[in-house]
């Protein structure tokens, strides 16, 4: 069974920063960013291949950055410029194969979520 564990939420003033992991348990060819804030659907935010290609939604797009150590099986998230609309629980999601997208159905792994609140 793959293990994901993020750390690193907070909260924050508008326009800050924080930096988000997640370490697996092992080697994962597709991980993501996804995002859910109360009474609203889990949103991806961001995904990375272990080839480094990555994809951003459009709302964080400039702003956010995903990048992955292979070596330490670990993603991170570095958010800048944080405006409250981006307030809610984050969650790592990993799979092994297939096509990398934002789809949350198609990942098999999660991780427990590690909220984020901004505040204006």
């Known amino acids: 069974q793959v293990q994901l564990v993020e750390s690193g939420g907070g909260s924050v003033q508008d326009g800050g920063r924080l930096i988000l992991s997640c370490t697996a348990s092992?080697?994962?060819?597709?991980m993501a960013w996804f995002r859910q804030a109360p009474g609203t659907e889990r949103e991806g935010v961001a995904y990375i291949t272990s080839g480094g290609s990555t994809s951003y939604v459009a709302s964080v797009k400039g702003r956010f950055t995903i990048s992955r150590d292979n070596a330490k099986n670990t993603l991170y998230l570095e958010m800048s410029s944080l405006q409250p609309e981006d307030t809610g629980m984050y969650y790592c999601?990993?799979?092994?194969?297939?096509?990398?997208?934002?789809?949350?159905?198609?990942?098999?792994?999660w991780g427990q979520g590690t909220q984020v609140t901004v505040s204006s």
């Open positions: 999601a990993a799979r092994t194969g297939g096509y990398c997208n934002m789809a949350p159905h198609a990942f098999t792994y």
């Open positions: 092992k080697a994962l060819y597709c």
